[in-house]
């Protein structure tokens, strides 16, 4: 029997809102991961990207009005900078702490494209608040450009990009191949880099992919046996912040399923996560979704806490 496969998906609030909080968090996320590999399991890093994504796009739109010279950033190279920006600092922190450990392990981020359909219904109706807070007469003017702007929860406006559902990791084999060889590691950064297929090439659109959704079509391509989403709580709720708040251990997809039609979960935080997890926990024989804290993750993996969804 071969090793068992994890792909383990890191919140980008985990990560810090500026350099000095990432190399800070991510030292601690290193002694996690490293832990995990000590047990001897394949692992695959995934990572959000919505505080470093946004302050590396709100420093290249003031570029360009303080530098007449400069051109906008499209979003997906904003992207593609917090991927690099990110995987930087934890495969260094990672690769520290096998040192220190003196584990001979290879570390290795890849930039990743992630496909979306062009078709996809999510371009039609954006949803994704992205970038700086607007005043309402500079969400006016983003408009009569044809830039979708929203109210943020009574914060005040900001751009609204699609969320379409990921279709294909273009660096898959690449992924495959590095993992095979005993690699850890860090792909699928905020989600992937967005494209679409036109004519041949890929093309960058303006979206941000769910990282949970990008996570969990890795996990499946992969064929790994877990998928670990680490959240803000050790286990999941329901009747969240109640008297009769309940801590739930194990979930079948079909009380999932239940709960979610019950709109158990909140839609900005843990829903998109459920939903994730019974996705892949029914996309294939044996496959274990959990939900836990970081720190818990080794815990979890081994049965002791945590939210596992199984089929």
Same mark, same amino acid.
């Given at each position: 029997m071969g090793k068992e496969k994890v792909v383990i998906a890191i919140?980008?609030?985990a990560l810090g809102n500026d350099v000095e909080e990432q190399k800070e968090a991510v030292a601690g996320i290193a002694k996690v991961i490293v832990d995990l590999k000590e047990q001897g399991l394949d692992i695959v890093v995934t990572h959000g990207n919505g505080p470093q994504v946004g302050m590396i796009q709100n420093a290249m739109d003031s570029l360009v009005i303080t530098q007449k010279d400069y051109k906008p950033i499209p979003l997906p190279t904003s992207v593609a900078m917090s991927q690099g920006y990110i995987g930087f600092d934890l495969q260094n922190a990672i690769k520290d702490e096998l040192y220190r450990r003196n584990i001979d392990c290879k570390v290795s981020t890849i930039l990743s494209q992630?496909?979306?359909?062009?078709?996809?219904p999510a371009f039609s109706n954006p949803t994704k608040p992205i970038g700086k807070f607007l005043t309402k007469e500079e969400a006016e003017e983003k408009e009569k450009k044809g830039v979708c702007c929203m109210e943020d929860a009574g914060r005040g406006y900001r751009v609204v990009v699609a969320s379409p559902k990921p279709r294909r990791i273009r660096e898959l084999e690449t992924i495959r191949t590095l993992v095979e060889a005993g690699h850890i590691v860090i792909t699928c950064g905020g989600g992937g880099i967005p494209v679409i297929s036109?004519?041949?090439?890929?093309?960058?659109? %303006? #979206?941000?992919?769910? !990282?949970?959704? #990008?996570?969990? /079509? /890795? #996990?499946? !391509?992969? %064929?790994?046996?877990? /998928?670990?989403? /680490?959240?803000?709580?050790? !286990?999941?709720?329901? %009747?969240?912040?109640?008297?009769?708040?309940r801590w739930l251990s194990d979930l079948t997809v079909a009380q999932a399923r239940e709960y979610i039609a019950r709109k158990q979960f909140a839609k900005g935080s843990m829903l998109p996560k459920i939903e994730a997890?019974?996705?892949?926990a029914q996309s294939g024989e044996g496959r274990k979704t959990l939900i836990t804290l970081l720190e818990k993750a080794a815990e979890g993996i081994a049965g002791r806490t945590g939210t596992v969804i199984h089929s």
């Open positions: 919140g980008g609030n992630v496909e979306v359909d062009r078709e996809d036109q004519d041949g090439k890929l093309v960058g659109v %303006n #979206a941000v992919i769910d !990282k949970d959704d #990008a996570s969990c /079509l /890795l #996990a499946d !391509k992969l %064929n790994a046996d877990f /998928l670990v989403i /680490l959240t803000a709580v050790e !286990k999941v709720a329901i %009747n969240f912040g109640k008297e009769n708040q997890a019974v996705r892949f």
